[in-house]
Nanobody
Framework: QVLLVESGGGSVQEGGSLKLSCTSS???????MGWFRQAPGQEREGVAS????????YYSDSTKGRFTIFHDNTKNTLYLQMDSLKPEDTAMYYC????????????????????????WGQGTQVTVVS
């Protein structure tokens, strides 16, 4: 059974940092993984993605320079280090994974398309207060 479990969310002051974790179980050959977020009343958006085998990372314009995505193969865990947080970063954050499509490696908008990912976690809430 494939399972993604996020952790690390919470409430933080503007300008602060949080580190999200996503632990995978049930598979060990992931190609693409990503972090998405969804605020109330808004569409889900991709914020960071990684093509694990190729070692490439992708960031949305709103998170580039502030967020860092990385994967620890030994722990089968995906991370999102979030620095310089802003109130507009407040959202539910979801981890996502795909094992076969590989289209995240194409770059552009592909790493941030929700339909490119097969497996999803339940989410962890991030709240940034000013």
């Amino acid at each position: 059974q494939v399972l993604l479990v996020e952790s690390g969310g919470g409430s933080v002051q503007e300008g602060g940092s949080l580190k999200l974790s996503c632990t995978s179980s049930g598979f060990y050959d992931t190609e693409c993984m990503g972090w998405f977020r969804q605020a109330p009343g808004q569409e889900r958006e991709g914020v960071a993605s990684i093509w694990i085998r190729g070692g490439r990372t992708y960031y949305s314009d709103s998170t580039k320079g502030r967020f860092t995505i990385f994967h620890d193969n030994t722990k089968n865990t995906l991370y999102l280090q979030m620095d310089s947080l802003k109130p507009e970063d407040t959202a539910m954050y979801y981890c996502a994974a795909d094992r076969t499509k590989l289209r995240c490696s194409w770059g552009g908008s592909w790493p941030f398309r929700s339909d490119e990912y097969t497996y999803w976690g339940q989410g962890t809430q991030v709240t940034v207060v000013s």
